[in-house]
């Protein structure tokens, strides 16, 4: 490695920066009355060399493709983090005294309100994964220069997810990644189990297969000459661990327990002064670097994806919606090649080994490491640089709700796709059955569910999905299931559809998946008897097609059967009977997965747990008594 040790002035410079920054962050902690000053006094000379040494950033574009991106994955530490774009000159640092406030975006923890964060953070534990995302699209799609910093407290580093990261990065040797390891060994109500054993993080980290580096956090020097080895390593990602201490330079509270968290409230005024008694020079000339146009990242349109060829199926012709995904994404990827997809070492379940097989370079195996595989996935999504399809089975998203409702607050455009669903699945039993997934997601902000009951109209959910803003999820089902749409019917988020109607209906039904089926078979049932049933298929369960519900339930009498292969909390049933609370003369009767069900027969389990058409039929029986 060829490293030229920058001037003493810089490396004074440096120092005085740190001291700036920690001078900030007391200062709007204090105006504010919350936050976290000691969290932000362990990495100032890291934020100070990252800043105005190592990254390369357009301040008059922060989120420009070409420059490097930065995590603080301990997003406590905001302040610290809005100081220093402050202090680059991207906004004034006079706005610092607005941390928290109600009318300004400078939040207790960083959100893509502002122009220079990519993602939420502060629930701790994701920022790796997201880091490890945008590292892996700018090797492998991007082929471009820019690098990936992400700052990481060592208390969250007992979070699993962020090891399910970490051997992510290694494993793909992300050499364009820097994860930084602050070391301070305080938690927030205790000392850290590992508190500065160094050793034992290098360790952990060599076995890794990470370059990893011990130094001594609060020097910038050392600091300056990891991040110049991080960027000349090849082929490994480089781990900085950096041993600091929590509230440094701060008298009296300097490494000591119980000020996490807090303010310095009577001890800020001295402790300023004793700052500002550390600046040796007040004159600025560091300036971050803008970012290399050797290899920038390309130009890229995601905009008014579609499928390359229409759907091609028979009426009639039995096609799970899972295999129809498939198959929609190989076509949404051969129109337009920023479409990735992610999979849970489930992808010949999931059919997403279709985009695999057709564009192998866009598809991002992520192993059996949920948590990670939706990180990895806001990632790749950032910046607008891809368009991410992360699929497994829907019950195993629910491992990682926390990432995802991290990622609706980072406005991420991800979607989701979550197979085997419901009792349906048969055999494999409850652990595999997703019955809370539609539950999970709806109550995601912004988020877009479809449920497409047959492949015509899963083909246009992938479709749709990929031009839809915020989270969008797309439940599939295991079992084959009759194409009962032209090739050609135009499919709309919000709108449903109805598949069976007369003009003299008695009864509603609504299901969706495979108890759209059920429905139309127990609709031939009941007119054996003379009641006439209309069915209808909400295609998305988020938006709801209410006035669709609302006019047909009218023309029925106000007799609505919803039949869900879903626990009955959180999903399509609610998500009915919330669009006809606030209306007279509705009753809605709900069939849904009462219990947590068992392995067996598909048909048989659909019976038991009273979501078969027989169920059906007995149930519009009890309505039409009442």
């Given at each position: 490695m060829s490293y030229h040790k920058p001037e003493s002035k810089t490396i004074q410079e440096l120092k005085d920066i740190a001291h700036r920054l920690r001078i900030h962050s007391i200062s709007a902690t204090e105006a504010s009355k919350s936050g976290h000053p000691t969290s932000c006094a362990s990495i100032a000379e890291i934020m100070s060399v990252l800043f105005f040494n190592t990254m390369r950033l357009n301040l008059k574009e922060p989120r420009d493709p070409s420059s490097d991106r930065f995590i603080l994955s301990k997003g406590h530490a905001a302040p610290i983090l809005y100081a220093a774009w402050a202090e680059a000159g991207l906004f004034p640092i006079s706005e610092l005294q607005n941390l928290r406030k109600i009318d300004s975006d400078l939040e207790g923890h960083p959100t893509p309100r502002l122009n220079f964060i990519d993602v939420g953070t502060g629930s701790l534990g994701q920022g790796v994964a997201v880091a490890a995302g945008m590292s892996y699209v700018g090797k492998n799609l991007d082929k471009a220069d820019y690098r990936t910093y992400v700052v990481v407290g060592d208390g969250e580093s007992a979070e699993g997810s962020i090891w399910e990261s970490l051997h992510f990065a290694g494993h793909y040797k992300l050499d364009n990644l820097c994860v930084v390891f602050d070391v301070n060994r305080l938690g927030q109500s205790e000392p850290t189990s590992l508190q500065h054993q160094m050793e034992v993080y290098r360790k952990r980290l060599d076995a890794f297969g990470f370059n990893a580096l011990v130094v001594d956090g609060h020097d910038v020097e050392e600091l300056c000459k990891a991040f110049a080895e991080a960027a000349s390593t090849k082929n490994k990602p480089t781990a900085i661990i950096a041993k600091t201490f929590k509230g440094k330079f701060f008298p009296n509270i300097e490494d000591l327990d119980n000020w996490h968290g807090k303010p310095l409230g009577a001890?800020?005024?001295?402790?300023?002064?004793?700052?500002?008694?550390?600046?040796v020079t007040e004159q600025r000339t560091l300036r971050p670097q803008s970012p290399v146009k050797a290899k920038p990242a390309p130009q890229v349109n995601i905009k008014n994806v579609q499928l390359?060829?229409?759907?091609?199926?028979?009426?009639g012709e039995q096609v799970a919606t899972r295999l129809a995904y498939g198959t929609a994404l190989a076509k949404i990827g051969a129109n337009n090649d920023r479409v990735v997809a992610l999979d849970g070492d489930t992808k010949n379940s999931t059919f997403s080994d279709k985009l695999k097989n057709a564009f192998p370079e866009r598809y991002i195996e992520c192993f059996i490491a949920e948590q990670n595989l939706v990180g990895v996935a806001i990632g790749a999504?950032?910046?607008?640089?891809?368009?991410?399809?992360?699929?497994?089975?829907?019950?195993?998203?629910?491992?990682?709700?926390d990432q995802i409702r991290m990622g609706a607050i980072s406005q991420t455009n991800v979607n989701f796709v979550g197979s085997h669903c419901g009792v349906s699945i048969g055999e494999d039993g409850p652990s595999q059955m997703g019955l809370e997934d539609i539950a999970m997601f709806r109550t995601v902000p912004g988020s877009t569910i479809f449920y497409p009951s047959d492949a015509v109209s899963c083909e246009r959910a992938v479709e749709l999905a990929a031009n839809t803003k915020g989270i969008c999820f797309i439940r599939t089902s295991r079992p084959n299931t009759a194409i009962i749409y032209p090739n050609e019917e135009p499919f709309v988020i919000g709108k449903g559809k109805i598949v069976k109607k007369s003009g003299q209906d008695h009864v509603l039904l609504i299901g969706a998946g495979i108890t759209l089926y059920e429905c139309l078979k127990a609709a031939a049932l009941l007119e054996k008897s003379g009641v006439h049933a209309r069915v209808l298929d909400p295609f998305t369960i988020k938006p709801i097609d209410a006035a669709l519900i609302l006019e047909n339930g009218r023309a029925c009498g106000g007799r609505i059967v919803v039949v869900e292969d879903h626990y009955r909390e959180g999903g399509l049933g609610e998500a009915v009977s919330g669009v006809v609370a606030e209306h007279r003369d509705f009753v809605v009767k709900h069939l849904y997965v009462p219990a947590v069900p068992r392995s067996g027969p598909s048909d048989v389990l659909i019976d038991m747990f009273g979501i078969s058409a027989n169920k059906i039929v007995t149930a519009v029986t009890e309505v039409l008594k009442l």
């Open positions: 001890k800020a005024a001295e402790t300023i002064k004793h700052l500002q008694g550390l600046i390359s060829s229409p759907p091609a199926y028979k009426l999504a950032c910046r607008d640089r891809t368009i991410a399809f992360a699929s497994t089975f829907a019950t195993f998203f629910t491992r990682a709700f």
